[in-house]
């Protein structure tokens, strides 16, 4: 039983470690990909967008794609 704890404990220390480096990767590319978004809504113009803008959209205003109305989008451009 004593090397399973062993295992156990290295698993959960190299998780800890895992989630603080590549929480840092994630952090800034969340920063790219919102940048990204954005110039792409600007091109488009209006509703409706391509599904992966609408998928960004939806996770941002926190509601389904079909729910999104422009001026909610328009918001998003804004902040």
Do not use: C, F, H
Not at 50 to 72: A, G, H, N, Y
Request: charged content about 40%.
């Amino acid at each position: 039983m004593g090397a399973r704890r062993i295992r156990r404990e290295q698993r959960r220390e190299d998780m800890a470690e895992s989630r603080v480096e590549n929480g840092m990767r994630k952090m800034y590319e969340r920063d790219r990909r919102k940048l990204r978004m954005v110039e792409i809504i600007k091109k488009s113009g209006n509703l409706p967008y391509t599904p992966v803008v609408m998928s960004w959209l939806s996770t941002q205003l926190d509601k389904p794609s079909r729910l999104i109305k422009q001026e909610e989008v328009n918001k998003v451009i804004a902040s």
